[in-house]
């Protein structure tokens, strides 16, 4: 039989994470933030990568100076 002061109406309260889930949680942060940041250098490098057809620019050891 159920009791009279059991609450049936209303929020339940919810446990705290423990430890495992904390954890758990943190990994999934780190991994999100890392392929972040990995999605966001691609995304840099891609914009600015020079074009194909841009084959004018050559560097090297001597790039500093005049060929011309």
Same mark, same amino acid.
């Given at each position: 039989?159920?009791?009279?002061? =059991?609450? $049936? $109406?209303?929020? #339940?309260? =919810? @446990?705290?994470?423990? +430890? @495992?889930?904390?954890?758990? #949680?943190? #990994?999934?942060?780190?991994?999100?933030?890392?392929?972040?940041?990995?999605?966001?250098?691609?995304?840099?490098?891609?914009?600015? +990568?020079?074009?194909?057809?841009?084959? =004018?620019?050559? =560097?090297?050891?001597?790039?500093?100076?005049?060929?011309?």
């Amino acid at each position: 039989m159920r009791s009279s002061f =059991t609450a $049936t $109406t209303g929020l #339940r309260l =919810t @446990r705290s994470p423990n +430890a @495992r889930d904390q954890a758990a #949680r943190w #990994r999934l942060v780190a991994a999100a933030a890392f392929i972040g940041l990995a999605l966001a250098g691609g995304l840099l490098g891609a914009i600015t +990568a020079p074009s194909a057809g841009d084959q =004018t620019a050559r =560097t090297g050891p001597f790039s500093y100076f005049p060929s011309e």
